[in-house]
């Protein structure tokens, strides 16, 4: 375990890190431009999120979408990936963690729109089914670093990648491959990032 995580207090980094997911000045303080985007989502979202949907079968995790434009099915992700996500599910349930697939594929449009807000890469790993953002069931981003640390572990573990290794941060990201291996992956057919991620 690791106690180098960088979070001030549970609730500024989990509200930098929903600033930084939906293209805003990712300062750690609920202004007015973060809580309208909260009041925005709940109008998409509905009083709460319907976070106990059936998953598809076979998996323990994923459903139906939370909010509009997010895909939570893991089945448009590659097959090893999505079972080493079953995986890191099973663990952190074990551990009394209650983890959310927030978001799984990511359509290349959606991945532009996050892009020129500032939030995302175009060429997303989400887009390729090799990256899922996994938040807690009940606290999202909010939720204490022995989560975030949980999460980390755990991919880690697996031979996954964590975003909360990386410069900017990105404590929900768990990815299929390295960083250094996105473009040779990008440049592969579907058939060889099935094998490559194998």
Not at 108 to 133: E, F, I, T, Y
Not at 166 to 185: G, M, N, S, T
């Amino acid at each position: 375990m690791t106690d180098s995580l960088p979070w001030w207090d549970k609730s500024k980094g989990g509200w930098k890190a929903f600033q930084r997911d939906e293209g805003l000045i990712a300062d750690g303080a609920p202004g007015l431009k973060t809580l309208a985007r909260v009041l925005e989502m709940q109008g998409e979202l509905g009083d709460r999120p319907a976070t106990n949907s059936v998953p598809p079968s076979g998996f323990s995790y994923g459903g139906d979408p939370i909010r509009k434009g997010l895909s939570r099915d893991p089945k448009l992700l590659l097959p090893a990936f999505a079972a080493k996500i079953e995986t890191l599910f099973s663990r952190l349930r074990s551990q009394g963690h209650e983890p959310l697939l927030w978001e799984a594929y990511r359509t290349p449009a959606r991945a532009q729109q996050l892009s020129d807000r500032g939030a995302g890469v175009k060429q997303s790993m989400h887009c390729l089914g090799a990256a899922v953002d996994i938040v807690h069931a009940d606290d999202y981003w909010s939720a204490g670093h022995d989560f975030w640390e949980a999460i980390g572990d755990e991919a880690k573990a697996l031979g996954l990648t964590w975003g909360g290794d990386w410069r900017r941060r990105d404590y929900p990201h768990i990815q299929a491959l390295k960083v250094k291996d996105q473009a040779k992956f990008r440049a592969m057919t579907e058939d060889e990032r099935k094998d490559f991620v194998a």
